[in-house]
């Protein structure tokens, strides 16, 4: 499994993928339905007799694709040939060539864009609308569609076209972790549960190592403002309908709650007293000089990817201190008492769509059939828990994982991978949170159900028309810059509180409030499809 990073804590656009394609050129267990269909495909013929189709994706997931036990078992309960194609190394080279191949011609029988592209190339005829070929030849497509609204909702475009199927991600999140040694030398016997408890245990921590040169007690990555819930500070749409801050799935900021205005003094506080790693504040920490904090005891708490600790634990803390050991705490109440979750990454993936070529018409059938087996309970099963008898086993009509996710998740490229990754790119299915908790490490295992399942929270995702998503980048290029700025000049005092009402009128006239509306309308359209 690749490491993740972490999502920012500043409000980022979730959903602005690909806004080239406007230029003109809850989480449910992933069960499906109807087991009368296995979904098995069938088609043109290719030269080895079974149905073939060119299926393209970024160079990286082709190669994870290929090492996957799985998918040979797929391809062989289909009766198809896959001839995967590279549209470019990573994510960001594919999304640049992805335009030209479009508007050349040169997109394959099948591929994956962004949900937007999706349905802005849809409508000009450049990709197949597969709502008839749901209704026809995909019962397990169609039922999951009927039982999830949501998914379908997004998916559906207003005149009820499906130009697109995406991936369902996994119900995670970003997880407080901290070394529960260095917190029993400070004298630290329970975690905290509040802000201001949190602060108490920081400055235990500070005076117990005193001694240690630049450490810092709370360090980390990228964006270091966190705990927006436990100030009721993150953007949000509340139960009338009314969307708070620029809409991020909660990751972001609600710049006119009470809320964030507290969050900051609260950063204030923690900068002057130095209990955060300045540079983590300023944004020079580097992936490399944090995890080297966090492994040597130059800080003993952050707040990153849930499979962090288990790097951490692997990846030389207990060789450079025999006591190490890193673990988890829940999320913090919030300041009335009542128990915040965190914002969960997106479920609903719509950077990973499958779309069809008109051009590849008659090969439609085969693969929507094909797609079908994926939704399938027979595919979930393969793709979820991988090879019977090889990565699980049935016991007592529950399947059990007999494969070590740490071996598997190590082993180099070109190399028979008995593992399952939903969170990873292949064919855009359904998730099952369930299993893929259950293949993680031990560590992580030990606390990702019941933390996701009791301590996360997700957010509905919006989908945005064309001329929307271009303003509304165009928009956050300037909002996102000065947002992020001012809010370390706020924090490291380089710019007094005093002008706080002078900083929400700068943002105004960048145009936070535009962007808002935005999303109300966004959402608003949303209701009444």
Same mark, same amino acid.
């Given at each position: 499994m690749n490491w993740k990073p972490v999502m920012k804590?500043?409000? @980022?656009?979730?959903?602005? +993928?690909a806004l080239s394609a406007c230029s003109g050129s809850g989480g449910n267990s992933g069960s499906t339905a109807s087991p009368s269909s296995s979904g098995a495909a069938s088609g043109s013929a290719s030269s080895g007799g079974s149905f073939s189709f060119s299926y393209m994706m970024?160079? $990286?997931?082709? /190669?994870?694709?290929? %090492?996957?036990?799985?998918?040979?078992?797929?391809? $062989?309960?289909?009766?198809?040939? @896959? /001839?995967?194609?590279? =549209?470019?190394? %990573?994510?960001?080279?594919?999304?640049?060539?992805?335009?030209?191949k479009i508007g050349s011609g040169e997109f394959p029988d099948a591929g994956i864009v962004s949900l937007s592209q999706a349905e802005v190339y849809g409508k000009q005829g450049a990709f197949?609308?597969?709502?008839?070929? #749901?209704?026809?030849? *995909?019962?397990n497509i169609k039922a999951f569609l009927e039982q999830n609204p949501d998914y379908a909702n997004l998916v559906t475009d207003k005149d009820g076209h499906i130009y697109g199927l995406m991936q369902e991600?996994?119900?995670?999140?970003? +997880?407080?972790?901290?070394?529960?040694?260095m917190f029993k030398k400070a004298g630290i016997t329970q975690n905290p549960t509040t802000i201001q408890e949190f602060t108490d245990d920081l400055k235990k921590l500070q005076e117990a190592y005193k001694s240690t040169q630049n450490f810092y007690p709370f360090t980390g990555r990228d964006g270091f403002i966190r705990y927006t819930e436990a100030f009721d500070?993150?953007?949000? #749409?509340?139960?009338?309908?009314? +969307?708070? =801050? #620029?809409?991020?799935? =909660?990751? =972001?900021?609600?710049?006119y709650s009470p809320g964030f205005k507290q969050l900051i003094e609260w950063y204030i506080s923690l900068y002057k007293d130095k209990l955060i790693d300045p540079e983590w504040v300023a944004g020079t920490q580097t992936e490399d000089s944090w995890q080297t904090k966090m492994l040597t005891g130059k800080g003993a708490v952050s707040d990153d990817f849930f499979t962090r600790p288990a790097w951490l634990m692997s990846n030389g803390g207990p060789k450079n201190?025999? /006591?190490?050991?890193?673990?988890?705490?829940?999320?913090?109440?919030?300041?009335?008492?009542?128990?915040?979750?965190?914002?969960?990454?997106?479920?609903? &993936?719509?950077? &990973? @769509? #499958?779309? !069809? /070529?008109?051009?590849?018409?008659?090969?439609?059938?085969? !693969?929507?059939k094909f797609m079908d087996y994926v939704f399938s309970e027979k595919g979930r099963q393969l793709m979820d828990y991988g090879v019977e008898g090889t990565t699980s086993k049935d016991e007592n009509g529950k399947k059990t994982f007999i494969t070590d996710f740490s071996v598997e998740a190590a082993k180099p490229l070109g190399t028979t991978n008995n593992g399952v990754y939903q969170d990873r790119l292949t064919f855009p299915a359904p998730v099952d949170n369930d299993a893929y908790y259950d293949f993680l490490d031990k560590l992580t295992k030990s606390y990702a159900k019941n933390y996701f399942d009791n301590y996360a929270q997700?957010?509905?995702t919006l989908k945005y028309d064309a001329d929307q998503l271009k303003e509304r980048t165009n928009l956050l290029a300037? @909002?996102?810059? *000065?947002?992020?700025?001012?809010?370390?000049?706020? +924090?490291?005092?380089? &710019?007094?509180?005093?002008?706080?009402?002078s900083f929400l009128s700068e943002m105004e006239q960048a145009g936070y409030k535009q962007i808002v509306d935005i999303d109300q309308a966004a959402y608003d359209a949303m209701k009444q499809q």
């Open positions: 804590g500043t409000p @980022v656009l979730a959903l602005a +993928v970024a160079a $990286k997931y082709n /190669n994870w694709l290929k %090492d996957l036990a799985w998918y040979p078992e797929l391809l $062989k309960e289909t009766n198809t040939q @896959v /001839n995967l194609v590279d =549209g470019g190394q %990573d994510d960001a080279d594919y999304s640049k060539n992805l335009d030209l197949m609308d597969l709502k008839p070929l #749901i209704d026809k030849e *995909a019962p991600y996994p119900t995670i999140s970003s +997880v407080t972790l901290y070394r529960s040694d500070a993150g953007d949000k #749409i509340d139960a009338d309908g009314k +969307v708070h =801050g #620029i809409y991020n799935l =909660g990751a =972001g900021y609600d710049l201190d025999p /006591n190490y050991d890193i673990q988890v705490m829940l999320p913090f109440k919030t300041q009335d008492g009542q128990q915040s979750k965190r914002p969960v990454y997106p479920t609903l &993936r719509t950077d &990973r @769509v #499958i779309v !069809i /070529n008109p051009k590849s018409k008659a090969k439609a059938d085969g !693969i929507i997700v957010f509905p300037k @909002v996102q810059p *000065a947002l992020d700025s001012n809010i370390v000049k706020f +924090v490291t005092g380089a &710019r007094s509180m005093s002008e706080w009402d």
